[in-house]
C-alpha cells in the first residue's frame, strides 16, 4: 500500500465512523422525542393529582 492510498482509508474510515455517529444520534433523538410525546400531560383543571 502506498502512503496515498493509506491516507484515503484512513479518511474513507474517519467519514464513515462520522457518518455512523450521527445516524445513532439522530435515531436516539427520535426515540427521546417520541417517548416524551406519547406522556400525559399536566391536568389542565389545575387540581393535584390524586395519588396512592
Do not use: C, Y
Amino acid at each position: 500500500m502506498t502512503n496515498k492510498e493509506k491516507t484515503a482509508a484512513a479518511i474513507a474510515g474517519a467519514v464513515g465512523s462520522a457518518a455512523l455517529a450521527a445516524a445513532l444520534l439522530f435515531a436516539n433523538k427520535r426515540r427521546e422525542k417520541k417517548k416524551a410525546r406519547g406522556q400525559s400531560g399536566p391536568i389542565p383543571s389545575g387540581e393535584p393529582p390524586e395519588t396512592d
